[in-house]
């Protein structure tokens, strides 16, 4: 079974210091993975997503991910982080072999302090 | 604008009443799927749609049905409601599957008394 685990529910970060999203994952054959935001009141929006290629993924409003294969982690991260960037933010993987379905970890909030 | 509607945005009802849920898309996309979304859980899928007249089930479908029709329109039926159905349902869809970027709803807040 394919499964994603955010450790963290609440990550605390000052606004401009760098922040760590974490996301580890398990399912069958290669992973394609994503990153969701979900402000407050509002659907998820895409973030990124690594399906193939460089492990370093660029996405929206300056988050990147980098998937590592050995540890079976795709952690989302952001140089400098901004009090707008606070929300809840969800991790999301399926396989390429298997059960075809997209399987989201339970989310971590975000919330960066001026 | 680009966009998934979904009605209503919020729903107080009773056991056992059925209930429709409607989503509406405007870009074309063959690919639709509905979640739940329950706090610590994160969101699951319930059905979803690779294109008209062809659904499956996600990882929780029990208790709900939908049906694709129309290439834009993917409603969520709830035919006996029940109180662990209380829940925020998104409406989600996507060009052609799951790889690729999928666009939201903005939700609806079911409540089953």
């Known amino acids: 079974a394919q499964s994603v685990a955010q450790p963290e529910d609440q990550v605390n970060v000052a606004e401009g210091n760098p922040l760590t999203v974490k996301c580890t994952y398990s399912?069958?054959?290669?992973?394609?993975l994503f990153w969701y935001v979900q402000y407050p009141n509002r659907g998820l929006q895409f973030l990124l997503k690594y399906i193939t290629g460089d492990n370093l993924v660029k996405g929206s409003y300056g988050f990147e991910a980098e998937f590592n294969k050995s540890q079976t982690s795709f952690h989302l991260k952001k140089p400098s982080a901004l009090v707008s960037d606070s929300a809840l933010y969800f991790c999301?993987?399926?396989?390429?072999?298997?059960?075809?379905?997209?399987?989201f970890g339970s989310g971590t909030r975000l919330q960066v302090q001026p | 604008e680009a966009q998934v509607t979904q009605n209503p945005r919020y729903l107080i009802t009773v056991t056992g009443k059925k209930l429709t849920v409607t989503c509406s898309q405007n870009m074309n996309h063959e690919y639709m799927s509905w979640y739940r979304q329950d706090p610590g859980l994160g969101l699951r899928q319930i059905y979803y749609?690779?294109?008209?007249?062809?659904?499956d089930k996600g990882d929780v479908p029990e208790g709900y049905k939908v049906s694709r029709k129309e290439k834009r329109n993917f409603p969520l039926i709830l035919e006996s409601p029940s109180p662990n159905q209380t829940s925020l349902y998104f409406c989600a869809s996507s060009l052609r599957g799951l790889l690729d970027e999928q666009y939201f709803g903005p939700g609806t807040r079911l409540t089953v008394t």
């Open positions: 999301a993987v399926r396989g390429d072999t298997g059960r075809r379905a997209l399987t």
């Open positions: 399912v069958s054959g290669n992973p394609y």
């Open positions: 749609s690779m294109n008209v007249e062809v659904t």
